[in-house]
């Protein structure tokens, strides 16, 4: 062949647009085909892969289900929890407050019982005090008219033999001696010693 040479088709073919359509028998035969699988498909494998669709899609449903429910629960639990620390909270107040009061109660009781206490000592100082001051006056009167007998007897000379007639003069003197005024030079001295 050469440059110039045009090849042309081979009788009985087409040519243009008749490439194109197909011929009736083919047509036919495609479109039989066609149909017998579009009805096996429609028939057998639709209805498995529609089954199939409808469980993933009532599998995802049932997920986004339980997903909510999940998150129900939560909200719910998360109440609950806020709930109980805000009890938990509040009797941890009431506790402190009880503490507190009972705290106060103690030391009320234990400042009640001191006084009490000291009223007591006060008391028992006080008798201890009025009793050593009666042994001390009658031990003093004891002693004085000890002293008052025996200074009797010197200036009279006599031993004075009459007890009760020495008691009473003892007494008479005493007497006098408590209902005496207190010279100021007397009451300075008596501080002094004291």
Request: net charge negative; proline share 3%; glycine share 6%.
């Amino acid at each position: 062949m050469s440059v110039g040479t045009v090849v042309l088709p081979a009788a009985g073919t087409q040519e243009g647009i008749g490439l194109f359509i197909p011929d009736l028998a083919d047509l036919v035969w495609g479109t039989i085909c066609f149909l017998i699988i579009a009805v096996v498909l429609i028939k057998y494998a639709l209805p498995r892969f529609n089954a199939v669709l409808d469980e993933r899609t009532a599998k995802i449903e049932e997920g986004l289900a339980l997903t909510e429910k999940a998150k129900e629960e939560q909200s719910g639990a998360e109440a609950r929890a806020a709930r109980l620390v805000e009890d938990a909270r509040l009797e941890a107040a009431k506790i402190r407050e009880n503490a507190q009061a009972e705290a106060d109660k103690i030391i009320a009781d234990a400042r009640a019982e001191a006084a009490g206490e000291a009223g007591r000592a006060m008391e028992a100082a006080e008798r201890q005090i009025q009793a050593d001051k009666q042994a001390a006056q009658i031990s003093l009167r004891s002693d004085v008219g000890l002293l008052a007998t025996d200074l009797a007897e010197k200036l009279v000379g006599e031993h004075l033999s009459d007890t009760e007639l020495s008691g009473r003069v003892i007494d008479r003197f005493l007497d006098e001696l408590e209902n005496a005024p207190v010279s100021p030079a007397w009451s300075a001295r008596a501080g002094s010693v004291r």
